[in-house]
């Protein structure tokens, strides 16, 4: 399995910008696509952004399309989370997440297939 440590969260507001970094142990990070999801109090963890193991694919949701753009440094061992535009809706504990495997396609996203979770990090935008 990979540990995963979210860092960069905070309060912002309205219009600002954060980036999330997901720094990963283990050798199996370099080999798994990986995404990030959050959760607001009262609401389903949802799917937020993904990229492939090489990082030459990525995907988001809709509701962050244009604004989020996750990348991937392997020598690093890190994901990133650039947050532009931040709406109060973005305000939520976002999660970083690695698969575990080399899958590749939009259908790779799903909660329940992630394996390792990290503690998750606090976005909170003011209006």
């Known amino acids: 399995q990979v540990q995963l440590v979210e860092s960069g969260g905070g309060l912002v507001q309205a219009g600002g910008s954060l980036r999330l970094s997901c720094k990963a142990s283990g050798r199996t990070f370099s080999s798994s696509a990986m995404g990030w999801f959050r959760q607001a109090p009262g609401k389903e963890r949802e799917f937020v952004a993904g990229i492939s193991w090489s990082g030459a694919s990525t995907y988001y949701a809709d509701s962050v399309k244009g604004r989020f753009t996750i990348s991937r440094d392997n020598a690093k061992n890190t994901v990133y989370l650039q947050m532009n535009s931040l709406k109060p809706e973005d305000t939520a504990v976002y999660y970083c997440?690695?698969?575990?495997?080399?899958?590749?396609?939009?259908?790779?996203?799903?909660?329940?297939?992630?394996?390792?979770w990290g503690q998750g990090t606090q976005v909170t935008v003011s209006s």
């Open positions: 997440a690695a698969r575990g495997d080399y899958c590749s396609g939009s259908g790779c996203y799903p909660a329940s297939a992630f394996g390792s």
